[in-house]
């Protein structure tokens, strides 16, 4: 295992890190016999990061991870967990949320917390409620070590958060597909050169990048002089540049978290030749001709004045059409929540009012009010949009109800 310090606190985490958001199932909740077991091997192997959320799991993981750590494997890693800021309805409730937290990882603080999957609204409504004095405080008092945030917006979101505070570390989504997509690139060497260590997750977005590969781009593979499998290009190209600090990967079987710690193990930064990074380059190449819409990204068509997140749609209808097969659950999933408004404002297609602003602004001339039909019809059929307006309508009462059954 290969180990990058986070610049701020001066850990050395293992690259390879172990995200306890996919573990093994039974009967509908995690296997605990064999999740205990996984989280155990992956700390014998080196790995010493480990992720989780307050959610993840319908809440059940971080309880698995505080039982998983008892006998000494506690003190062999460092912890990361969540604020699900939109359950949060107060400056007390987030002194709660973390008091829980600590009872469920049975343990008397968090290395690193973040504040879960932040977009610009989440973000104005937790920093009113005074998340900063929060983890000012939590800090101070010792019950979090290093704060950080988890990411679902564009760049200059992501600019904004980062010049806000004094984080230790930050989570994004990047992969060789994502390049220019949220945080991208551009947010990756923005919060380096601020000494923000970078935890990856979806390198190999949810798993669709190694599996269910289209003919295209496995010809592109075996034709590479040097042989990986699509996972391990995916996680090569991401450890190859020297600004991440930790790939997390959600494992769900002792095969491929022995694959990934394999992997890990010759991932030096700036480690690939030149010729291997044009084979990842010609891989997305062929992964962006099977995307319907030939959307890059760039964000010019931003901001759409009627509040809809351009590039974020597209994306997520280009996901569904290339990766359909096994992934349209998720992207219907993550379309819910991210462009319906369910952890934030509303951004969908829907709200698009065909002023064609964003038109004149596209330099690949997108027909942008158009394809905002097909999204539309994709996603946001009448039974969706019952089911996000409900969630609207109820998520006060969630906030309430999520905190009284622990209490
Ligand atoms: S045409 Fe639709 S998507 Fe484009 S700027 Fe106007 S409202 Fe936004
Ligand atoms: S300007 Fe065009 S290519 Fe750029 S993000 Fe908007 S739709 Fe995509």
Known sequence: MLYREVPKSGDKLSIQGFGAMRLPKKDGGINHEKATALIRHAIDNGVNYIDTAWTYHGEESEKLLGNALAEGYRERVRIATKMPHWLVSSRQDMDKFLELQLKRLRTDHIDYYLIHSLTASGWMEIKEKGVLEFLDTAKKDGRIKNAGFSFHDNIKVFKEIIDSY???IC??????LDENHQAGTEGLKYAAEKDIGVIVMEPLRGGSLATNVPPEVEKNWEGADVKRTPAEWGLRWIWNHPEVTVVLSGMSDKSQLDENIRTASEAYPDSLAEDELDTVRRAAKKYKELATIPCTGCNYCMPCPAGVDIPGCFDLYNSSKIFGGTNDGGTQHRYLLYQMGILGE??????CVNCGKCKELCPQKIDIPEWMKEVEA????????FKASAMRLVLPVFRRVSFLKYR
């Open 378 to 385: 994709q996603f946001e059929q009448p039974v969706v949009k």
């Open 166 to 168: 004094d984080w230790d």
């Open 171 to 176: 989570l994004i989504q990047y992969n060789y």
């Open 346 to 351: 509303r951004s969908s297609a829907s709200l």
